[in-house]
Structure formats: C-alpha cells, structure tokens
C-alpha cells in the first residue's frame, strides 16, 4: 500500500526565504507526482505535474525534482512571498487517470 | 487547465437528513471521478471512484448504502450522503482526470464543506 509522508507538517520563515519541502512515497512504481497548494477551506489548486520520466518540473518561483529510485520528491519556493502561506500536499498516482495517493502536506507561513 | 465544479460549496443540514452534492467538469468529459474526503488537519482520503454508466467502486470502509454516488454523464457526477449524522460533517472534494489525456493530471473541484448539526 502506497504511503506519502510530508515533513515537517508546519514551517515559518521570513519573507524572502528560499525554502525546500520534502514529499516521500514507499512504492516507487508511480506513474506520476503532483503538488498542490491549498487555502484555508478551499480545493486544490495543481501546482506542478511530474511524469514518472521526468526529474523536474518549473513554474514561475516553483521547482519540483523527483527522484522515484528514492522515493522523494522536492518543491522549491525561490523567494518566498506572504503569499505563499499556504498548505502545500504532495501526491502520487500509480497509472494514467489513476486515483492519488496524499501526503498531509505542509503549512507553510511565511511573515512578512 | 481544466475546470471542475462543485455545487454547493457549504451546506449545513440537520441529522438524518440527506444532501446531495454535484460535481462537473466544465471545460472536457470526464469518464471517471474521484471523491475524497477531508477531515480538519488531515490529508485528503479516497472515498470512491465514480464512473460514467456504471457503479461506482467504494473503498474499504466507506458504507454504499450511506455515500450514493451516481455519474449519469461524461460531465456530473453527484454524491448524496444519506441519513446525515454529525460524524459526517467534513470537506468533500472531487476530482477528475480529462479523457483521453495520458498525462494523469488529475483536477480538483473547489470543494463542498458539509456541517451535520
């Protein structure tokens, strides 16, 4: 059975801060990753799609390695921004239109 | 990206009652939908896999008889909790992959906050 671990489950930095959060999975025969960020009582917005291929993927301040022989995953968020508070859940699926598996993510807060 | 739809965002109702909650994909089909569930502070858990034309596939522990889950076109897909208790009272979420893509991008509805009183 697949688990997804994301730690910490909370994190704090200034403003301007460029930060690493860490996703990892037990079954390495994904097909491929997402992170997402979530609001306070709102949906999931997809942040960045990784195929089990790839190594990374960018938008914009984000970056998303994958190292699926490890079982890991990395967002980076390059100058952190108030903004960016936000829950950050990592998830992985086992095939194409697949059903994902999550991770309890990660509150992020940055202060200004 | 792709847009998914849910309706209503909150609801609140009384116990023993039974809210329907739907979900639509906007802008593609979409044969398969998944629903989760999320409870405060916790990840977001698989309830079940509603597809197009045919039953749905629970997972383990989630009653059928108390979640009914009908996607009667390749664009809505509703879940109807039934007899609503207190314990039920949580953040429903849907999501939905678009047909066709090999991607398994999966898209998520904004949610639907379901208070049992």
């Known amino acids: 059975k697949q688990e997804v671990t994301q730690i910490p489950a909370a994190l704090s930095v200034p403003e301007g801060e460029n930060l690493v959060l860490n996703c990892s999975f037990t079954?390495?025969?994904?097909?491929?990753l997402q992170w997402f960020r979530q609001d306070p009582g709102k949906g999931l917005t997809s942040l960045l799609l990784?195929?089990?291929?790839?190594r990374e993927q960018t938008s914009g301040r984000l970056n998303a390695s994958l190292d699926k022989s490890s079982g890991r995953s990395t967002l980076y968020i390059a100058a952190s921004q108030p903004g960016d508070s936000a829950t950050y859940l990592c998830?992985?699926?086992?095939?194409?239109?697949?059903?994902?598996?999550f991770g309890k993510g990660i509150t992020l807060s940055v202060r200004p | 990206g792709a847009v998914v739809s849910q309706h209503p965002s909150w609801v609140i109702c009384k116990s023993g009652t039974s809210v329907k909650i739907e979900c639509r994909s906007l802008?593609?089909?979409?044969?398969?939908m998944f629903w989760y569930r999320q409870f405060p502070k916790q990840s977001l858990m698989l309830m079940a896999t509603?597809?197009?034309?045919?039953?749905?596939?629970?997972e383990q522990g989630v009653e059928k008889d108390k979640f009914l889950i009908n996607h009667a076109s390749l664009t809505l897909s509703t879940l109807t909790v039934t007899s609503a208790h207190p314990e039920d009272s949580s953040f429903y979420i849907c999501?939905?992959?678009?047909?066709?893509?090999?991607?398994?991008?999966?898209?998520f509805g904004e949610g639907s906050r379901l208070t049992v009183l």
């Open positions: 509603s597809n197009e034309g045919s039953k749905a596939t629970y």
């Open positions: 079954d390495s025969a994904i097909y491929n």
């Open positions: 998830a992985v699926g086992p095939g194409a239109n697949s059903k994902l598996t």
């Open positions: 999501s939905a992959p678009r047909t066709g893509s090999d991607t398994g991008e999966l898209f």
């Open positions: 802008d593609f089909q979409a044969t398969t």
């Open positions: 990784i195929q089990s291929s790839q």
